[in-house]
């Protein structure tokens, strides 16, 4: 990345203006203590049901009520299967109707318990239409044994923290097999929506007809939260009694529910139940939970109202990474924040450690008006961003302001962030105009993302081909990062820019990027084979499957790029190049 201008004059402006917001900023009053009684709704109430999405069904070719001639016979068609259901149309987003058609269900079964939570903005839109599109369900049978078709889905839309999206669709699936899953998943998705009352009435009206020790401890949770101590005691007795396994830090939560001091030091399995009796407790979220939780338990902590403000910071930005916390709520949380005025002189240089710092930069450059100020603060976030692996997400966080700064000479130090920022944010032609602030040198450094962006609108392809591409890529010091020129060659290739033969021949005597693990040769073959038979759904879910190490994209050029040119071939081209823009930033092109 391009040098920038003399840092102590960056943090000189940048610290004044957070110095006079500290001024300006009120002193947030601290929450009130938890009320004992009965379980107070933590949220507004959800909204009335809205009429089910109309079920896709095929085409009769015959108006209802037609008379039959004399001596022919109507054969019944089979009953459309709804088990794919959705509240998201084409018209808003959503894939085609017919975007399961050749795709077994048994392929779907198998690999969709397989996606992941990730940190890419690409993969989380593509995963969340996959999810929620409307449309007929893929051919074939559920397994005799084990969990079916609209089973998985809810279990997949729970773990990835798509809690809205569940419980909008819950109620209209035609569940099959064990209703007990059913009925927990209702009680815990209404947990993570901080809405105990309704899970409480959930867990009452269902708890008769189950016996697994779970529903005990949920009956008792309601209980001591409700402010009624005695049976919640007596229910732990009953337990002890029965000889139910152990759960020690459950029964420390209930006691510290009914007034008993605690502390919870480790939470290796932060359940809803378990997180919301401790936010009911006032006591912080252990270390270990905000590493081990879940996207909607995440999203849960980040948004209960008796947490305080700085206990929540730290789960809503992890939230808000996976894709599980709208980025307008944690810029919400951002303004909220009280700070010290101590803590404008240390706000820049701790911006990638502390989620404070983090907080008071965005709600400086919220406030301030300076654009040069407003730059400097932004440069430090977005800095901390790429740092952190988080370059992308950190981008459309503050790409709105970003977009409220003139692009001017007199800002050219910022132009190469900025740039990139809005690559990253889609936001191609406003980041072209900030790109003709930057030397020639800086130019050729951004083509390859300006071009994976915005393709014959964005710049030229230069006449040398690649070559010249490469060679924009160059270090001061003349040697080849072997890694950043495969990528980059890989991707501009899957993207439809011009690569020949005779470029590829300039990488062959480059040594082999580093060696990560290979998808699953089923997901590898079966994938390339739905992507050239333009089977839309199962190519979108084997790239879920593919483009990730760990919870961050792939760096691979080989499979990352594969996923690009894959999205490319079932028609997905826009998304096919903002996910090459991510791979490509994440790199640090």
């Known amino acids: 990345m391009p040098a920038f201008r003399n840092e102590a004059r960056a943090a000189g402006l940048a610290s004044a203006a957070l110095a006079a917001l ?106 969340r239409r996959l999810l929620l599109s409307n449309a007929v369900a893929p051919g074939g049978s559920d ?41 927990r998943l209702k009680v815990d998705l209404n947990l993570v929506k901080n809405d105990t009352d309704a899970a409480c009435k959930q867990a009452d009206s269902a708890i008769g007809k189950y016996q697994d020790v779970w529903w005990d401890r949920m009956q008792i949770a309601c209980q001591a939260l409700g402010g009624d101590q005695g049976k919640a005691q007596l229910g732990l007795s009953l337990l002890r009694e029965r000889k139910a396994p152990r759960d020690q830090l459950f029964d420390t939560l209930i006691d510290a529910v009914g007034g008993k001091s605690a502390k919870i030091d480790r939470m290796p399995d932060p359940t809803p139940v378990r997180v919301t009796l401790l936010a009911a407790v006032k006591l912080p979220l252990p270390a270990d939970a905000l590493q081990a939780a879940d996207p909607a338990v995440l999203h849960a902590w980040a948004t209960n109202a008796n947490v305080p403000n700085d206990r929540r910071l730290p789960a809503a930005e992890r939230a808000a990474a996976l894709g599980a916390l709208p980025l307008d709520e944690l810029r919400l949380l951002y303004t909220e924040i009280s700070f010290k005025p101590e803590e404008a002189k240390t706000a820049l240089q701790q911006a990638s450690e502390n989620p404070r710092a983090r907080a008071l930069l965005y709600t400086t450059a919220k406030q301030e008006t300076v654009p040069a100020a407003r730059a400097e603060v932004l440069q430090a976030l977005l800095q901390a961003g790429a740092k952190r692996g988080e370059l992308p997400v950190t981008a459309r966080l503050v790409a709105p302001i970003v977009l409220e700064i003139p692009a001017t000479p007199d800002l050219d130090w910022f132009a190469p962030l900025a740039a990139r920022a809005l690559y990253a944010a889609d936001h191609p032609a406003e980041a072209a105009r900030w790109a003709q ?51 980059a060659a890989a991707l501009l290739s899957a993207a439809g820019e011009p690569v020949t033969a005779n470029d590829w021949a300039l990488l062959v005597p480059l040594p082999p990027t580093p060696a990560q693990s290979v998808p699953n040769v089923a997901v590898w073959l079966g994938g390339r084979d739905a992507a050239a038979g333009k089977r839309l759904g199962e190519t979108v879910l084997d790239t879920l499957l593919m483009a990730h190490l760990g919870d961050r994209l792939s760096t691979e050029p080989d499979i990352i790029a594969e996923a690009v040119a894959r999205l490319r071939a079932v028609g997905l081209e826009p998304e096919a190049r903002r996910l090459a823009v991510e791979a490509a930033l994440d790199a640090g092109l």
């Open 143 to 183: 397994p005799a044994d084990g969990h079916g078709l609209v089973a998985v889905r809810v279990e997949r839309m729970v773990a990835l923290g798509q809690v809205d999206g569940a419980l909008a669709i819950m109620d209209r699936l035609p569940w099959k097999g064990d209703q007990e899953t059913v009925d």
């Open 437 to 487: 602030l930057i030397d020639a040198a800086g130019q050729a450094q951004l083509l390859p993302v300006a071009r994976m962006a915005a393709g014959n609108d964005g710049p030229a392809w230069p006449k040398g081909g690649l070559k010249d591409v490469l060679t924009g890529l160059l270090p001061k010091d003349g040697q080849p990062d072997p890694v950043k020129f495969m990528l």
């Open 22 to 127: 500290l001024v300006a900023l009120p002193l947030l009053p601290q929450p009130a203590l938890a009320q004992l009684g009965p379980p107070v709704r933590l949220v507004p109430p959800p909204p009335a049901a809205t009429p089910a999405p109309a079920t896709p069904a095929p085409d009769t070719g015959a108006g209802g009520g037609e008379t039959l001639p004399s001596g022919v016979q109507a054969t019944p068609l089979a009953p459309v299967d709804t088990a794919w259901i959705g509240t998201l149309a084409p018209a808003d987003g959503g894939f085609p109707e017919t975007f399961w058609q050749g795709t077994p269900r048994s392929f779907v079964v198998a690999a969709l318990p397989l996606v992941q939570p990730t940190t890419s903005p690409v993969l989380q839109d593509l995963t």
